[in-house]
């Protein structure tokens, strides 16, 4: 197995056979900086939260929920969880 060479414009070349010896699939995403390896099914489960959160947001619109109002009941839930642990 080759070793990771260092090139002056892009930076780092990982040899995909490292990556293909981590077992499962996994989707790259290029940064300005950085190289994120995922799984597709933490892909999947980014997409589900971001989609949650949209609906959660919406609904907090349509109802008239004021952002004081959510801060209030989120402090309520973790004083709640802290009497608990």
């Known amino acids: ?13 990982i040899p995909s056979a490292w990556v293909k010896s ?18 597709p099914a933490r892909t999947a489960s ?13 609904a907090t619109r349509e109802l008239g929920i004021t952002p004081d109002q959510i801060a209030a009941e989120v402090e309520a839930v973790r004083r709640e969880r802290a009497r608990r642990s």
Request: hydrophobic share 45%.
């Open 1 to 13: 197995m080759k070793a990771v060479k260092q090139t002056r414009r892009s930076g780092v070349v």
């Open 22 to 39: 981590w077992g499962k699939p996994v989707i790259a995403y290029r940064g300005a900086e950085i190289l994120i390896l995922e799984s």
């Open 46 to 58: 980014c997409k589900r939260l971001a989609r949650m959160v949209s609906k959660l947001r919406r």
